[in-house]
């Protein structure tokens, strides 16, 4: 078992920047492939960022490359998410998730999730 902490959410204005994190307990981080998604309001959840148990390939949504950026530490067992230039429409919970297998961008083949951290960006 994998029990996920994200933190780091709360609200920011238009253009500004977040960083979020995932904590992992139970077992080691880099077991795993690693994602970020997002549920908006009325949404369903879907693919952020995701990187590789090593960290040296990551992906992103296409509407958000440039804008955030996933790193892993697994060493300190945590993920993270640079977001930047946020926008209204980037207001959602944030989850991180952790998979063995599987297409990383299909929310089905992660096992673990956190609890989720809200952001919300005003304009």
């Known amino acids: 078992q994998v029990q996920l902490v994200e933190s780091g959410g709360g609200l920011v204005q238009a253009g500004g920047s977040l960083r979020l994190s995932c904590a992992a307990s139970?077992?080691?981080?880099?077991?795993?492939?690693m994602a970020w998604f997002r549920q908006g309001p009325g949404r369903e959840r879907e693919f952020v960022a995701g990187?590789?148990?090593?960290?040296?390939?990551?992906y992103y949504a296409d509407s958000l490359k440039g804008r955030f950026t996933i790193s892993r530490d697994n060493a300190k067992n945590t993920v993270y998410l640079q977001m930047n230039s946020l926008k209204p429409e980037d207001t959602a919970v944030y989850y991180c998730a952790a998979r063995l297998t599987g297409k990383l961008t299909d929310k089905a083949n992660y096992a673990y999730w956190g609890q989720g951290t809200q952001v919300t960006v005003s304009s």
């Open positions: 990187a590789t148990w090593s960290g040296n390939n990551t």
């Open positions: 139970g077992r080691p981080l880099s077991n795993y492939a």
